[in-house]
């Protein structure tokens, strides 16, 4: 295993660049399932969970090419129901996101259920019971999903919850699908957006994304596209944070203010200087940060992949800051690693009550899962002494190449061998 080495207290300066989003590629990539012909996609992010999702592709019959110009050609129908194996679908939740594509276009899958982060109960209900609504025929058997549907049916959907992969997963369906399907009470993060952008570029008829309701008119085919990854928004939030931690000045390139909204008044509030560029966002500070309360929700609400990073901010603000998970029930494992560093936070339920002003120290960390794992590069990053975080490999999920890109700027971050 590797392992990352911080060496605290230098001032962020220059430029960092960020990559294509993690959490857009993802969803592309299974949509390129529904595809006739070949799909391209450019600013792909070579990541973990990436490279993960070209596997699964190829496992299920796929030509897949390239790294960050990703080529993708799903095969024709065939006789055997597609099957997305538990070894492959384990490490990362975001392989269910073929069930919805695969139905549509083939007829049939087998899924395992999936994994991923520990961080919560992320069940795929919603997912299944929207494949149920338009038609299919969902069996559970020895922690595998089978779904059946010689073709769906569109539908009114109603989700409990504004998933985002369930979101996801039925807008993908819902394009080949007989008729017209509405889903309400939709997600909607940019990422949607992106994802309903590409398969109208496909040829699908899709209207509402970004908004609660999201209306499909499903068509008999769809054809492979190019499409450029939009630049991910919670890469470019972590750097702001970063930027601001360390009183530096920084050129976030490629930051999309409009998708960070949330993130960047919780930053300006803090006392930092937040301003929008040709090329990004430009994050300066002095320290002296005021107390920041936060209640995570669903996008255009606080997002809960910037939690962890925020409470680093908290821990150098001067006062109390309250900080609320209400996405998810296990989203403070960073804070026992956090204390140990000399942070002061008090866990209620999912409230944490973070007093800061006092300085961490270096320590011995290790990372629990992607959020945290940035959590720790950050306080690493103004810490006294050199910390060194342990089970990067959560890192490497969801960042691509994060010490290159501090030491660009002026961090003091090296990658070694445990």
């Known amino acids: 295993m590797d392992k990352l080495v911080i060496e605290g207290g230098h001032r962020l300066e220059g430029e960092v660049s960020v990559s294509g989003a993690k959490n857009a590629a993802l969803p592309l990539l299974a949509a390129s399932l529904l595809a006739e012909g070949t799909s391209t996609f450019y600013n792909v992010p070579v990541l973990d969970d990436v490279l993960i999702m070209g596997k699964l592709l190829r496992h299920l019959g796929c030509e897949v090419e390239g790294r960050r110009r990703l080529r993708v050609e799903a095969p024709q129908r065939g006789r055997e129901t597609p099957s997305a194996p538990y070894e492959l679908v384990k490490t990362m939740r975001a392989s269910v996101l073929v069930l ?22 992320r069940p795929i209900d919603q997912h299944l019971e929207g494949l149920r609504a338009m038609g299919a025929e969902v069996t559970l058997d020895h922690g595998y999903v089978d779904v059946r ?26 394009t080949l699908a007989e008729g017209r399907t ?42 492979g ?12 939030g972590t750097f702001l944070v970063a930027g601001a931690l ?33 090329e990004g966002l430009r994050v300066r500070a002095r320290g002296g940060f005021s107390p920041v309360d936060i209640t995570t929700q669903p996008y255009p609400g606080f997002p809960t992949d910037m939690q962890a990073q925020f409470m680093v901010l ?5 006062g109390q800051s309250m900080i609320k998970e209400a996405i998810f029930e ?40 992607l959020r945290a794992s940035a959590c720790l590069v950050l306080a690493g990053l103004i810490a006294d002494g050199t910390t060194e975080i342990r089970r990067v490999y959560h890192l490497d999920r969801g960042y691509e190449g994060i010490e290159d890109k501090l030491r660009r700027a002026g961090g003091r971050v090296r990658r070694e061998r445990e």
Not at 152 to 157: C, D, M, Q, T, V
Not at 192 to 207: H, V
């Open 100 to 121: 919805g594509p695969l139905v549509a276009r083939y007829g049939r899958a087998r899924v395992s259920l999936p994994g991923g982060c520990a961080i919560g109960a």
């Open 149 to 174: 549907a010689p073709r769906l049916r569109g539908a009114h959907i109603v989700l409990d919850i504004p998933t985002v992969t369930g979101c996801e997963n039925l807008m993908m369906a819902a």
């Open 182 to 223: 509405v889903i309400e009470n939709a997600a909607r993060e940019p990422e949607i957006e992106e994802l309903a952008s590409a398969l109208c570029a496909m040829g699908a008829r899709i209207r509402g994304a970004g908004t609660p309701i999201i209306e499909v008119e499903g068509v008999s085919r769809l054809e």
């Open 225 to 236: 596209i190019e499409h450029t990854i939009v630049a991910d928004r919670v890469e470019a």
């Open 246 to 278: 360390t009183g530096g000045d920084v050129l976030v390139r490629g930051a999309v203010l409009g998708h960070l909204d949330a993130v960047v008044a919780k930053l300006r509030g803090a006392g930092a200087e937040v301003t929008p560029e040709a």
């Open 314 to 318: 908290a821990a150098a603000a001067r």
């Open 330 to 369: 296990n989203r403070f494992m960073h804070v026992p690693e956090l204390l140990r560093m000399g942070a002061d936070i008090q866990i209620d339920g999912r409230v944490a009550a973070v007093r800061g002003g006092r300085p961490l120290s270096a320590a011995q960390v290790m990372a629990t899962d």
